[in-house]
Protein backbone atom coordinates (compact mmCIF):
# COMPACT_ATOMS: atom_id res chain seq x y z
CA UNK A 1 0.00 0.00 0.00
CA UNK A 2 1.07 3.43 -0.74
CA UNK A 3 0.63 5.71 2.13
CA UNK A 4 0.32 9.46 1.91
CA UNK A 5 1.74 11.56 4.32
CA UNK A 6 1.39 15.71 2.99
CA UNK A 7 -1.96 16.37 1.39
CA UNK A 8 -1.54 17.31 -2.44
CA UNK A 9 -0.19 21.00 -2.70
CA UNK A 10 -3.32 21.33 -5.44
CA UNK A 11 -5.81 20.44 -2.80
CA UNK A 12 -3.71 23.23 -0.32
CA UNK A 13 -3.89 25.84 -2.96
CA UNK A 14 -7.92 25.22 -3.87
CA UNK A 15 -8.93 25.01 -0.44
CA UNK A 16 -6.17 27.80 0.52
CA UNK A 17 -8.65 29.14 3.57
CA UNK A 18 -8.02 26.54 5.73
CA UNK A 19 -5.69 25.23 7.26
CA UNK A 20 -2.78 23.10 6.66
CA UNK A 21 0.41 24.24 8.48
CA UNK A 22 0.51 26.48 11.62
CA UNK A 23 1.09 29.82 10.42
CA UNK A 24 4.03 30.55 13.67
CA UNK A 25 6.58 27.57 12.41
CA UNK A 26 5.64 25.99 15.56
CA UNK A 27 4.18 22.17 15.41
CA UNK A 28 0.34 21.62 16.44
CA UNK A 29 -0.41 18.28 17.48
CA UNK A 30 -4.05 17.07 16.80
CA UNK A 31 -5.73 14.25 18.37
CA UNK A 32 -9.15 13.21 16.31
CA UNK A 33 -11.57 11.03 17.56
CA UNK A 34 -11.65 10.97 21.56
CA UNK A 35 -12.19 10.76 24.23
CA UNK A 36 -11.85 7.32 24.62
CA UNK A 37 -10.96 5.80 28.32
CA UNK A 38 -7.78 4.30 28.87
CA UNK A 39 -6.80 6.18 25.59
CA UNK A 40 -6.99 9.59 26.29
CA UNK A 41 -5.43 9.42 29.87
CA UNK A 42 -2.41 7.95 28.16
CA UNK A 43 -1.92 10.77 25.97
CA UNK A 44 -3.03 13.43 28.37
CA UNK A 45 -0.01 12.22 30.34
CA UNK A 46 2.83 11.83 27.94
CA UNK A 47 1.71 15.56 27.01
CA UNK A 48 1.94 16.88 30.23
CA UNK A 49 5.28 14.89 30.82
CA UNK A 50 6.38 16.69 27.44
CA UNK A 51 5.02 19.79 28.26
CA UNK A 52 3.19 19.91 24.82
CA UNK A 53 -0.46 21.45 24.18
CA UNK A 54 -2.47 20.25 21.87
CA UNK A 55 -5.93 20.34 19.95
CA UNK A 56 -8.16 17.69 20.48
CA UNK A 57 -10.83 16.86 17.78
CA UNK A 58 -13.32 15.11 19.86
CA UNK A 59 -16.85 13.65 18.68
CA UNK A 60 -19.48 14.78 20.31
CA UNK A 61 -21.03 11.55 21.29
CA UNK A 62 -17.81 10.59 23.25
CA UNK A 63 -18.09 13.91 25.24
CA UNK A 64 -21.47 12.90 25.79
CA UNK A 65 -20.65 9.39 27.29
CA UNK A 66 -17.15 10.15 28.90
CA UNK A 67 -17.68 14.37 29.82
CA UNK A 68 -15.12 13.77 32.74
CA UNK A 69 -12.16 13.09 30.21
CA UNK A 70 -13.49 16.29 27.81
CA UNK A 71 -13.29 18.35 31.32
CA UNK A 72 -9.86 16.94 32.05
CA UNK A 73 -8.97 17.52 28.41
CA UNK A 74 -9.66 21.10 29.00
CA UNK A 75 -8.10 21.19 32.79
CA UNK A 76 -4.70 20.82 31.30
CA UNK A 77 -4.62 23.56 29.35
CA UNK A 78 -5.94 21.77 25.85
CA UNK A 79 -8.26 23.07 23.07
CA UNK A 80 -11.15 20.80 22.31
CA UNK A 81 -12.23 21.08 18.59
CA UNK A 82 -15.35 20.20 16.32
CA UNK A 83 -15.47 16.27 14.64
CA UNK A 84 -18.91 16.60 14.69
CA UNK A 85 -21.32 14.78 17.14
CA UNK A 86 -21.49 11.29 15.46
CA UNK A 87 -18.19 11.12 13.37
CA UNK A 88 -20.31 11.12 10.16
CA UNK A 89 -18.86 12.26 6.57
CA UNK A 90 -20.55 15.03 6.00
CA UNK A 91 -20.62 14.77 2.28
CA UNK A 92 -23.90 12.16 1.88
CA UNK A 93 -26.12 14.16 4.43
CA UNK A 94 -28.70 16.54 3.98
CA UNK A 95 -28.23 20.53 4.83
CA UNK A 96 -30.10 19.96 7.98
CA UNK A 97 -28.36 17.01 9.05
CA UNK A 98 -25.03 18.55 8.22
CA UNK A 99 -25.85 21.76 10.42
CA UNK A 100 -27.14 19.31 12.95
CA UNK A 101 -23.84 17.52 13.14
CA UNK A 102 -21.69 20.59 14.09
CA UNK A 103 -24.60 22.27 16.17
CA UNK A 104 -25.61 19.28 18.37
CA UNK A 105 -21.59 19.46 19.28
CA UNK A 106 -21.45 22.89 20.22
CA UNK A 107 -23.95 22.82 21.78
CA UNK A 108 -22.78 20.42 24.05
CA UNK A 109 -20.05 21.75 24.65
CA UNK A 110 -21.56 25.33 25.63
CA UNK A 111 -23.76 23.48 27.39
CA UNK A 112 -21.77 20.94 29.98
CA UNK A 113 -18.43 23.24 29.64
CA UNK A 114 -19.19 27.08 28.61
CA UNK A 115 -16.47 26.71 26.03
CA UNK A 116 -17.09 28.53 22.92
CA UNK A 117 -15.76 26.10 19.91
CA UNK A 118 -13.69 27.57 17.58
CA UNK A 119 -11.84 24.79 15.43
CA UNK A 120 -13.70 21.76 12.88
CA UNK A 121 -12.23 19.19 11.01
CA UNK A 122 -14.52 16.83 9.13
CA UNK A 123 -14.37 13.34 9.84
CA UNK A 124 -11.62 11.42 7.91
CA UNK A 125 -11.03 14.64 6.37
CA UNK A 126 -13.21 14.17 4.19
CA UNK A 127 -14.56 18.05 2.85
CA UNK A 128 -16.45 19.44 -0.05
CA UNK A 129 -16.30 23.40 -1.73
CA UNK A 130 -19.46 23.93 0.63
CA UNK A 131 -17.51 22.88 3.43
CA UNK A 132 -16.30 26.85 4.42
CA UNK A 133 -19.52 28.44 3.91
CA UNK A 134 -20.92 25.67 6.05
CA UNK A 135 -18.63 26.59 9.12
CA UNK A 136 -18.81 30.64 8.75
CA UNK A 137 -22.50 29.97 10.48
CA UNK A 138 -20.57 28.71 13.35
CA UNK A 139 -17.14 30.90 13.12
CA UNK A 140 -15.65 27.44 13.07
CA UNK A 141 -12.19 27.13 11.27
CA UNK A 142 -11.28 24.07 9.04
CA UNK A 143 -8.06 23.17 10.63
CA UNK A 144 -6.48 19.94 8.32
CA UNK A 145 -2.79 18.90 8.56
CA UNK A 146 0.17 18.51 6.81
CA UNK A 147 1.45 15.54 8.31
CA UNK A 148 -0.70 12.03 8.55
CA UNK A 149 1.34 9.65 10.61
CA UNK A 150 -1.11 6.47 10.55
CA UNK A 151 -1.01 5.84 13.89
CA UNK A 152 -4.63 4.17 14.09
CA UNK A 153 -2.69 1.32 11.84
CA UNK A 154 -1.19 0.29 15.22
CA UNK A 155 2.10 0.04 13.58
CA UNK A 156 5.02 2.21 15.19
CA UNK A 157 7.00 1.39 12.25
CA UNK A 158 4.94 3.74 10.32
CA UNK A 159 4.74 6.26 12.62
CA UNK A 160 8.33 6.58 13.02
CA UNK A 161 8.88 6.74 9.12
CA UNK A 162 6.22 9.33 8.71
CA UNK A 163 7.77 11.72 11.26
CA UNK A 164 11.80 10.82 10.84
CA UNK A 165 10.73 12.05 7.08
CA UNK A 166 8.26 14.60 7.06
CA UNK A 167 8.15 16.21 9.97
CA UNK A 168 8.35 19.90 9.42
CA UNK A 169 8.71 23.31 11.96
CA UNK A 170 5.23 24.17 10.57
CA UNK A 171 3.89 20.63 10.66
CA UNK A 172 0.11 19.88 11.77
CA UNK A 173 0.15 16.85 13.30
CA UNK A 174 -2.82 14.13 13.24
CA UNK A 175 -2.69 11.64 15.72
CA UNK A 176 -5.96 9.62 17.20
CA UNK A 177 -7.34 9.38 20.58
CA UNK A 178 -8.50 5.62 19.91
CA UNK A 179 -8.52 2.03 20.62
CA UNK A 180 -7.19 1.35 17.25
CA UNK A 181 -4.03 3.44 18.11
CA UNK A 182 -3.98 3.42 21.80
CA UNK A 183 -1.19 0.62 21.98
CA UNK A 184 1.21 2.78 20.41
CA UNK A 185 0.34 6.23 21.26
CA UNK A 186 2.78 6.78 24.21
CA UNK A 187 5.59 5.90 22.28
CA UNK A 188 3.95 8.01 19.11
CA UNK A 189 4.19 11.08 21.09
CA UNK A 190 7.69 10.72 22.78
CA UNK A 191 9.26 9.78 19.49
CA UNK A 192 7.58 13.23 17.94
CA UNK A 193 8.95 15.46 20.68
CA UNK A 194 12.27 13.80 20.57
CA UNK A 195 12.61 13.90 16.72
CA UNK A 196 11.24 17.48 17.07
CA UNK A 197 14.36 18.35 19.97
CA UNK A 198 16.58 16.97 17.20
CA UNK A 199 15.37 19.32 14.24
CA UNK A 200 15.46 22.26 16.85
CA UNK A 201 11.77 22.49 16.12
CA UNK A 202 9.33 23.59 19.03
CA UNK A 203 5.61 22.98 19.71
CA UNK A 204 2.97 25.70 19.97
CA UNK A 205 -0.28 26.18 21.70
CA UNK A 206 -3.30 25.91 18.98
CA UNK A 207 -4.45 29.85 19.64
CA UNK A 208 -0.57 30.95 18.64
CA UNK A 209 -0.21 28.37 15.63
CA UNK A 210 -3.83 29.09 14.11
CA UNK A 211 -3.68 32.90 12.81
Known sequence: ???????????????????????????????DDGPIPESTEIILSELSKHKIKALFFCVGDN?????????????????????TFNHKILKP????DKIQQIQSFNHLMKE?????????????????????N????????????SLLTYDYKNNFELVK???????NKNSIVVLHDSLKSKEIIRDSISFIADE???KNFSFGEPSECLK
Open 112 to 132: EFNYEVKYFRPPHGKFQLSTN
Open 134 to 145: LLAQFNLQNVMW
Open 196 to 198: AAK
Open 93 to 96: LSYE
Open 1 to 31: MKYKYNPPSIIKKIFNQFYWNTTNNKILLTF
Open 63 to 83: IRKHPSLAKEILAEGHTIGNH
Open 161 to 167: FAVTNFL
